[in-house]
């Protein structure tokens, strides 16, 4: 009989399971909103990144079924082929003046817009400067580019200029951080990051996911909320997350786009977007322009929730956005955490190594824009009751 190559694997799975870190997936059946059904059972929902509600969205929806029905349900092709359709490059467009950009380009998520960036634009004479949490997406970027990385501690800035002022001067680098830490929800030090690439003629980078629709006028993102507009060359943004539909997007030179037009490998060799993912982003950006009260709702949301969950004694570290997260620190005890929380009616998901470092294991809570004050407070009672029950209070 065939000896199974793969027979290791299910070793690590049982290793997991020994850990208590063994997960499933929790299904969703219905649409994703902020009081919705998993597993059968209903809860108040903190774990999609759908910040404004905009999954759910009559025009967004609208707009993907008319698109669907005048266009098609695919593209077809890669862009550099014959998948470049006219709604495509209206959702550039439209992105680029949304961004105060000269252009953009649209890869299919964000992962592959960051990926196949930061591979395109180095080789392997060149470096990295990278904050060490910033997403998985920018990590395996580099990797594939064969640069050099250089990792500063978490937003440790003093640590990055005297990693890029012993580089020499002819080297080519690229600063990059997250603009916000998708586990952390703190922001990227950013005004300071590009003063050191002023300095030292860094190539800088920001990948926004976090922060597009979230912060920022209209939700233009980290680089408008400080004013960081034409000090950083590559901004990168999901349509994915508070966009809610699906995509990511570089923002920056004509020249830089017109360059991973050539060598960004998901652009080149990757299908592009169903015309009613785009049409569903473009109505997004309307939606943004039109009832950026949606905005507001989200932080007020924030604010209370954040505040509930430090009053009643969690350990919430150092987040300044919508991601607030309940650092617990043992792996097992965040995901019995989050076990006892769901069962209670809640969902946040736990988050243990290697996602982050293994005593600062976690649930992480995301709230939107359309979760309403009783679910909210429905959730901080939860909080309190599964707190006290696993002694974390
Ligand atoms: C910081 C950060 N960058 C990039 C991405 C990737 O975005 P997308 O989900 O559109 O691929 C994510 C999503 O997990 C993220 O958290």
Same mark, same amino acid.
């Given at each position: ?45 903190? #774990?999609? &990144? &759908? ?18 029905? =005048? ?12 998948? %470049?359709? $006219? ?21 299919? #998520?964000?992962?592959?817009? &960051? ?27 580099? /990797? ?16 990055? /200029? =005297? ?8 080297? =080519? ?21 590009? $003063? ?21 006028? &209209? ?43 050539? =060598? ?6 990757? %299908? ?43 350990? %919430? ?40 470092? /293994? $005593? ?13 004050? $009783? ?19």
């Amino acid at each position: 009989m065939r000896s199974d190559p793969l027979g290791y694997l299910t070793t690590e799975l049982e290793a997991l399971k020994q850990q208590g870190l063994y997960r499933t997936l929790r299904v969703l059946e219905g649409e994703q909103k902020a009081k919705t059904t998993f597993d059968h059972r209903q809860v108040v929902n903190l #774990s999609s &990144n &759908n910040y404004l509600g905009l999954t759910t969205h009559p025009l967004l929806r609208e707009r993907a079924l008319e698109a669907t029905r =005048r266009l098609g349900v695919g593209s077809g092709s890669v862009r550099s082929i014959a998948g %470049t359709m $006219d709604i495509h490059m209206e959702l550039e467009r439209r992105l680029a003046v949304f961004k105060h950009t000269e252009a953009v380009v649209v890869f299919q #998520s964000g992962f592959a817009a &960051n990926a196949g960036t930061v591979a395109a634009v180095l080789s392997k004479d060149d470096v990295v400067i990278s904050d060490e949490l910033n997403h998985a997406s920018i990590i395996d970027g580099c /990797r594939l580019s064969r640069a050099a990385i250089k990792v500063f501690p978490h937003k440790d800035t003093a640590a990055a /200029r =005297r990693i890029v002022a012993e580089l020499p001067a002819a080297q =080519r680098k690229l600063l990059i951080t997250d603009g916000v830490f998708s586990m952390d929800g703190d922001l990227g030090a950013l005004p300071a990051l590009c $003063d050191i690439a002023e300095e030292f003629g860094c190539i800088m980078m920001v990948d926004d996911a976090h922060a597009s629709g979230v912060f920022g006028r &209209n939700g233009r993102g980290t680089i408008d909320h400080f004013s960081m507009h034409g000090r950083v060359d590559i901004q990168v943004g999901t349509l994915s997350k508070a966009i809610g539909a699906l995509g990511g997007y570089v923002a920056g030179s004509r020249a830089l786009v017109e360059f991973l037009y050539h =060598r960004a490998r998901p652009f080149l060799f990757s %299908t592009s977007h169903p015309p009613a993912v785009a049409a569903a982003c473009i109505a997004a950006l309307d939606v943004l322009e039109q009832e950026p009260q949606i905005i507001e709702r989200l932080w007020e949301n924030t604010r209370f929730f954040k505040s509930g969950l430090q009053t009643l004694g969690f350990n %919430t570290g150092l987040s300044e956005s919508p991601i607030t997260p309940v650092i617990v620190g043992d792996g097992a005890l965040a995901m019995k955490l989050s076990d006892r929380l769901f069962q209670e009616g809640v969902f946040a998901q736990g988050i243990a190594f290697p996602t982050v470092a /293994r $005593d600062k294991a976690r649930v992480r809570t995301i709230v939107t824009a359309t979760h309403t004050r $009783d679910e909210l407070q429905f959730a901080l009672d939860v909080f309190a009751k599964v707190g006290r029950e696993l002694s974390i209070l």
